[in-house]
């Protein structure tokens, strides 16, 4: 059974708020996800947290800035009772529910074996970012593990700039937006034939407890991500998988969707579609 646990707001403008973390996995961001942060140097979309394995984790999903974990910065790390996490400059504690960590168990650690529980980045300055050659120091190290994926800080064409390519500002009208229905239609693979839908603001893809679970062992276990911002503004980002994700045969980090698009994972193959929906 999951155990209850939340996160406790230490600073910024939630100081001393407590966050259920009730449903499993928690997609944290500043402008799209289910914890919206509202700090500056916190991505639109900047970490996951999520319950498996009997364990409570953290991914970063390719900030700008990382994620630290006791004020270092990890790519992915085991959480435990009084853990102190931060995004940008918002600092939280995260707790279990009885606080003991023998009470909740859980397996061993899935990044390493032995004592090696986490991975660390080289040391990067309070609020710095991955340099290419540290970046490709921890390629080297990754390369090694088996169950991690390799995520490096890649930040997204639209993520520091105040206006995007069609118009307005970044997030102009977002939360104006009428609701919005993303279909992924499996045209290749185990599930071929089915379609799946989703109306929320971010579509975690890959092998392992995400929004959508594709059952293909070529597809990492956190593989890509979807967000959208309204029905025309919907972008798909690669979580710097294994394997690559690819749209209309072209490999990409992060692209903008239009309908009709066909995104391959593995040998997985999806046909995207989104519309607006709206209520009477």
Request: hydrophobic letters at 35%; proline letters at 4%.
């Amino acid at each position: 059974m999951q155990p209850k646990a939340e996160l406790i707001f230490l600073s910024g403008e939630r100081k001393a708020d407590r966050f259920s973390l009730e449903q499993g996995r928690t997609v944290i961001g500043r402008q799209v996800g289910d914890l919206i942060v509202a700090d500056k140097e916190v991505s639109s979309i900047h970490a996951i947290i999520s319950y498996e394995r009997g364990g409570w984790y953290m991914m970063d999903l390719g900030s700008t800035n990382g994620v630290f974990v006791d004020e270092q910065v990890k790519l992915e790390a085991r959480l435990r009772h009084n853990t102190e996490l931060r995004v940008g400059q918002t600092r939280m504690r995260f707790e279990v529910q009885g606080g003991d960590e023998s009470e909740v168990g859980g397996p061993p650690d899935l990044l390493a074996e032995g004592s090696n529980s986490d991975l660390t980045l080289p040391h990067v300055p309070r609020g710095g970012t991955l340099t290419g050659q540290q970046a490709q120091a921890v390629r080297q190290a990754l390369g090694s593990i088996d169950q991690i994926e390799d995520i490096i800080n890649e930040p997204l064409p639209y993520e520091e700039e105040q206006t995007d390519e069609f118009g307005g500002g970044l997030m102009a009208g977002l939360n104006d937006s009428p609701p919005v229905q993303v279909s992924l239609e499996i045209l290749e693979g185990a599930d071929k034939g089915a379609i799946r839908r989703f109306s929320q603001e971010s579509i975690l893809i890959g092998r392992l407890n995400t929004d959508l679970v594709v059952r293909d062992s070529d597809v990492s276990r956190r593989h890509s991500i979807v967000e959208v911002f309204d029905a025309s503004q919907v972008y798909l980002r690669d979580l710097n998988s294994t394997n690559g994700t690819f749209v209309n045969g072209r490999r990409i980090s992060s692209v903008r969707l239009r309908n009709g698009d066909q995104i391959r994972l593995g040998r997985c193959l999806l046909r995207f579609n989104a519309r607006p929906t709206y209520q009477a």
